[in-house]
């Protein structure tokens, strides 16, 4: 039988020593962490094969999709500020949630928590909380700037696309809108930052590590709604309110991802930031505009 031992063994050297070369790193076998290579063959189970034998889901990936989507999602929206409607951005939205559907399987979908959520009672929680920081980032923004343009909302509101006689029609107005803002951006982004991309970071940076460098990446993408802002005539960057912006969202994505782990779902976060939008929403309809 020591054939077959020796057989065995030399199958499992092959599949460790193909883990390693799957990520790009040359270190010898006896280099590596028997715990790493666990951990890099069940990540090169969440591909789909197509992508198994030249990328992995590590934070190498997940660098790579921040840029390649953050990117033209900056620069849209930065054109969106000038004339006016975000119905590009929203392609990039599709895409972000065509991506973990394109590149994990069935098991990696769940595992970056694309399923159902344990508690319902849990997700209406998560939608208040969201309303909640929506509303408590205006109260901040009027406090400091009232409603001019350093008021991250009131700048963002010149970028809607209303018709001449909207006010007629506020309510009709402020329902699509909602409905838009609650679907297309948080289902999107919490799929990609807080499922995907934070699958990525999460075996080299642990789980908290990798929510700070997701939140972090979101919350600089966010510079483009607000803090470099077009005043009709050039770009202008307002240091002190853009940082309070950024921090802002940075600390709403920690929330979102909170509610990721309250719910045991990625749709925690969706709901969570579909609540904080719709607040925004709301806030600019009734209490700027």
Known sequence: MSWVNDSLSESRNIVLYKSTMFIGESLPLYQV?????????????????PWRTW??????????LILLLGIPRFYLVLQANIYGGYGMVSLVFLVMMILPFLLLTGEG???IGICRPE??????????????????????????YGNSIRNWYSYISQSYDLQD?????????????AIVS???SPIGEEWFYRGLVHECFRSRFGDIGASRLDSLAFALTHLAHFGIIYNGESWQFLFVPAMLWVGSMYLACRVFYRCRLFTR????????????????????FYWIL
Do not use: D
């Open 33 to 49: 962490e028997p715990v790493s290579l666990v951990i890099m063959i069940a990540e090169s189970n969440l591909l789909r094969k």
């Open 55 to 64: 990328m992995s889901l590590g934070w190498r990936l997940g660098l790579v």
């Open 109 to 111: 979908r769940h595992q």
């Open 119 to 144: 508690s319902w009672s849990r997700m209406v929680v998560c939608l208040l909380v969201g309303m909640l920081l929506g509303c408590l980032l205006y109260w901040l923004g009027h406090l400091f």
């Open 165 to 177: 006689q909207w006010e007629t029609s506020r309510g009709t107005f402020f329902v699509i809108f």
């Open 182 to 184: 609650m679907t297309f």
């Open 265 to 284: 779902s990625i749709w925690g976060a969706v709901i969570c930031h579909a609540g904080f939008n719709l607040a925004i929403t709301y806030a600019i």
